[in-house]
């Protein structure tokens, strides 16, 4: 059969891709492995409660976010609720305790008035956070900063330092390592004077934007693999897949003359493209890493978490062994005793996640999947329960009450985010923001095969990857 596109995987940046393709009267067919559209956006149920696979806080909606624009086009504002968060993150770590508002002079008073010393090092903090595509247009041709090297320079205080790293694991695992650039737009878009979950969960907003495609005449075709992109020449003009019903598998190949590529970069270099095609992305990629993966222990408990005396939406925690910024990377490889992690507590703002009186809430850590690899499935298991068993102390620490409000507790590791997602090593981010990483990797694609996803232009998390998926959508539009 022939298509005017087909999307090879149904996470955000192609699910978007395909509701606006679709919405402009293009013929799309999406395939999805999974049973569920959303990738990394989709919640599942266990006992009466709907846990999220992996939505804490999503940046915007404010005057500048390209996503408004983004859902009133595709008509998402009537199906998806964005509800706002009551702040931005609590940090605590022994010997600090602070709540960081989302308003970034709040939250620069704020933090003034904690320590007196940085007050001209906060402001030069938020100024560059705030006004990042001026001051990155100004550094143009210079060699990219660290994060850690900025804070370094600009701030003295450890303990400061780690309060404004608190939500680093939304991005990356080493302040050291991850692009001053690409922090300062995805941080600033945090400070922007909100932040949001969605209500019911983001498989609400992956369902939604499935309904758009196929009110559209697009077809969605979840349990289907792509395994083939098929070129006639230099160019290719199809894929093939195999629809996986029990034990039984049909194999086909459509065509189209635009393919877009939601699976990860790394998936299509090595599995999807043909020998000569593939030889020359994996050379453009060789040196770049996927990001980490995270470990998150899903809860689900007996009573609203904030009636046992937790008032935050999101708590980071990170062990007092944690002394500069520079100790962090280490920390996200050692024990699960001293991992930093944060605590997600959805009933503060959404009672519709668990039925009336109960709540669910998530931990999360960064994590690996090479420290999970090798286990055979009975060790593995045994490993997971002993993880949930020393976050559930910690939160005991945390939250005196905690452990008797668990009702269900189950673990999701960086081999569950690569089972579901097919991304290397489980990661969530696409490709690690490091100093100097570009994305020349795209321009030695075929001019009609595309990439929307967080392995795209504007990186990972939600915002990223349906800034990736709706511009994809918009190149593919304006070439015909
Ligand atoms: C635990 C966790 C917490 C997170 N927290 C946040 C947060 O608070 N805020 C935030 O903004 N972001 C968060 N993120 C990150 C964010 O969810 C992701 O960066 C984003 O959703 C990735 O979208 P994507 O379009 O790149 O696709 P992905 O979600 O990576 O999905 C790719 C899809 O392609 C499919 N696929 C792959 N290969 C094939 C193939 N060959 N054939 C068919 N289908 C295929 C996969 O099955 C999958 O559905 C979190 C992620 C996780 C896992």
Redesign the pocket.
Known sequence: MKHDIII???????LTAGAKLAKEGKKVLL????DR?????TTFQRKDFTLE???????GPHARDLKVKIFRDLGLTEKVSLLGLPEFYRFVNGRQNVVVPHNPEEAERRLAELFPGEAQGLKTYFNHVLNSRKIIAESAGLPERSLGDFLDEHIGNEDLKLILLGNLG?FHDDPYSISLNYYLVAQGSYYGGNASFIKGGSQILSNALVSVIEANGGTVKLN????AIIFEEDRPVGVS?ETIMGKNKQSFTDLATEIIV???VP?LAK??LPEGQRQILLEKIKDLKPGAS?L?VYFGFKKPLKEVGNPYYSTFVFDPTIKTQKDIAGNNHSGFETRGFTLVDYSQVDSELAPEGKSVGAV?CIDYASDWEGMDRKAYLKKKAEVAETIIARCEKLIPGFRDAVEYVET?TPLT?RR????PEGA???FAQNPGKTTDYLSVLPANLHI????GKFG??????IF??YMTALDVLRKR
Do not use: K, R
């Open positions: 090879i995987g149904a996470g955000l940046g192609g395939l999805e492995q999974h559209p959303g990738g990394c956006a696979v992996g939505l804490h806080e999503m940046d939304y289907t693999l792509a395994t897949y939601n699976a990860s998936t599995e999807l995270l998150t999360c999701g985010v579901y997602t097919l991304n969530v981010y696409g929307a996803s967080a392995w990972g998390g939600f915002s990223g990857s990736s998926g």
